[in-house]
């Protein structure tokens, strides 16, 4: 199993990034998927999650209304779009496997938000 992001990075605030996390070695389809993200010092926090179909969404309050989770499981991928980013957006952000526990992590992505 193999859950790969990508599409981190330094951005000022206002800017607009897209995360993107590659999945293998297990049937896509058949998982919800989530992000989540952490800052040091602090627990993980769940940033977004999407059912098997993608018919169904849900947020964090945190970014209600700036990000967006969508999949393709045609090519067995689950994105965050984060618009309007702010500093306390700042953290590494991990794709999960699951809704509520997490079965299957991946290794993060840094997102910096700075100006």
């Known amino acids: 199993v193999r859950l790969v992001e990508s599409g981190g990075g330094l951005v000022q605030p206002g800017d607009s990034l897209r995360l993107t996390c590659a999945a293998s070695?297990?049937?896509?389809?058949?998982?919800?998927m989530s992000w989540y993200r952490q800052v040091p010092g602090k627990q993980r926090q769940l940033v977004a999650r999407?059912?098997?179909?993608?018919?169904?969404?849900d947020y964090a309050d945190s970014v209600k209304g700036r990000f967006t989770i969508s999949r393709d499981n045609g090519k067995n991928t689950v994105s965050l779009q984060m618009n309007n980013l702010t500093r306390e957006d700042t953290a590494v952000y991990y794709c999960?496997?699951?809704?509520?526990?997490?079965?299957?992590w991946g290794q993060g992505t840094q997102v910096t938000v700075s100006s």
């Open positions: 999407i059912t098997t179909s993608g018919s169904s969404t």
């Open positions: 999960a496997s699951g809704w509520s526990r997490a079965q299957y």
């Open positions: 070695g297990f049937t896509f389809s058949n998982y919800h």
